[in-house]
């Protein structure tokens, strides 16, 4: 085998791979607008520079037939790729939305290494590697401290009597941001078969007005400032 062929070889192979775990990440850890706004870009950059560029190219610069530890070098290559790969995963997965949590009438993001708590009283709001983030309802107000407070969390299960009160219509924010007017219009027109409303959403003390679907009765967007 040639080394370009080897090369090739490695190439496809970290291109499924990686693939394959970017749909992951799109279409379950992070669909939008959460991949938008959770700064996971960043590593993920990272990963697939490690991955698909440097696995590769290292491959191409030790790859010689016939070159006694060939395998043990490969090898190397390999392992390094995979702890890479578990290291990224990990981190990118951590830092995912386990939970959307709604309190005084907003959405708080709760990462996946905080929603994880053994304190939360149903099993449909414990996430799953294979679920995308799950919607709570925080009933009492004593509690300022989403964090402090998994054992108050119940499901979300009532748009009309938890969120609805609390929604901004596309009227609403056109009023309160005039500057934002055109992105909002753009937005109802994007969603116009959705039946859409604002809300708050706070992650990690930074606000986001996000786009939710009464229809799909979950977050689809949000307003870039």
């Not at 090369?7 to 991949?35: A, C, D, E, K």
């Not at 054992?151 to 009532?158: G, K």
Request: charged share 15%; no cysteine; hydrophobic share 50%.
């Amino acid at each position: 085998m040639t080394k370009t062929k080897a090369t090739l070889i490695h190439l496809s192979l970290s291109i499924i791979v990686i693939g394959l775990f970017i749909l992951t990440v799109l279409y379950i850890w992070y669909p939008q607008p959460f991949f938008a706004i959770s700064g996971v870009i960043e590593p993920l950059k990272l990963l697939i520079i490690v991955d698909v560029i440097v696995g590769p190219l290292l491959t191409f610069i030790v790859y010689k037939k016939g070159k006694k530890n060939l395998k043990f070098d490969l090898s190397v290559i390999v392992i390094m790729q995979i702890v890479a790969l578990i290291y990224g995963a990990f981190t990118i997965y951590s830092g995912r939305a386990g939970l959307l949590v709604v309190n005084n009438g907003q959405f708080y993001y709760l990462a996946e290494k905080f929603a994880s708590n053994d304190e939360l009283q149903f099993a449909e709001l414990k996430p799953s590697i294979f679920t995308p983030p799950k919607m709570a309802y925080m009933p009492s107000s004593n509690y300022l401290d989403v964090y402090s407070a998994y054992a108050e969390f119940v499901p979300l299960d009532s748009f009309e009597e938890m969120l609805l009160p609390y929604s901004l219509s596309v009227a609403n924010m056109q009023a309160q941001f005039s500057s934002k007017q055109e992105q909002i219009e753009l937005l109802s027109k994007k969603y116009s078969t959705e039946d859409i409303v604002f809300f708050i959403l706070d992650k990690e003390n930074i606000k986001y007005y996000v786009v939710f679907s009464i229809k799909q009765n979950r977050i689809i967007d949000y307003l870039k400032f």
